[in-house]
């Protein structure tokens, strides 16, 4: 009898050792704060830009460069929006843009742009 005595006196601290370490654990975890987050899904039309207006800058020195290309959208695109131009269809450099309202500027200089291979005017607005 002595012996299931000791046993169950065991199987009791061993069990309040372990439901200690389980309230502490929870304890710990209900202390988290996590903020508020946003999710959500939905839908909206996407519309393009009419281009118009194109204008192309030649280099003053040699004319065989484009140092500019100048053109003007339908509406003002968003502040921040990002604007690109491409000239030639094959290639893979895209000319950083910028706006003031409608009017829309691109450097292509860097690297610089010729007349004998441009043969398209890409335009990507996005915003």
């Given at each position: 009898m002595r012996g299931r005595k000791v046993g169950m006196i065991r199987l009791a601290v061993v069990s309040?050792?372990?439901?200690?370490?389980v309230g502490g654990v929870l304890g710990m975890a209900a202390s988290n704060t996590v903020p508020s987050t946003k999710a959500g899904d939905g839908?909206?039309?996407i519309s393009g830009y009419i281009v118009s207006s194109?204008?192309?800058?030649?280099?003053?020195?040699?004319?065989?460069?484009v140092d500019e290309v100048?053109?003007?959208l339908d509406a003002t695109p968003a502040a921040g929006a990002t604007l690109k131009?491409?000239?030639?269809?094959?290639?893979s450099t895209w000319y950083?843009?910028?706006?003031?309202g409608t009017s829309v500027t691109c450097d292509t200089t860097?690297?610089?742009?010729?007349v004998s291979v441009?043969?398209?005017l890409r335009v990507v607005v996005v915003g």
């Amino acid at each position: 009898m002595r012996g299931r005595k000791v046993g169950m006196i065991r199987l009791a601290v061993v069990s309040a050792v372990l439901l200690a370490a389980v309230g502490g654990v929870l304890g710990m975890a209900a202390s988290n704060t996590v903020p508020s987050t946003k999710a959500g899904d939905g839908t909206g039309a996407i519309s393009g830009y009419i281009v118009s207006s194109v204008v192309y800058t030649l280099n003053g020195s040699n004319p065989g460069n484009v140092d500019e290309v100048a053109f003007s959208l339908d509406a003002t695109p968003a502040a921040g929006a990002t604007l690109k131009a491409k000239l030639e269809s094959g290639g893979s450099t895209w000319y950083t843009c910028s706006n003031t309202g409608t009017s829309v500027t691109c450097d292509t200089t860097s690297p610089q742009a010729t007349v004998s291979v441009a043969d398209e005017l890409r335009v990507v607005v996005v915003g």
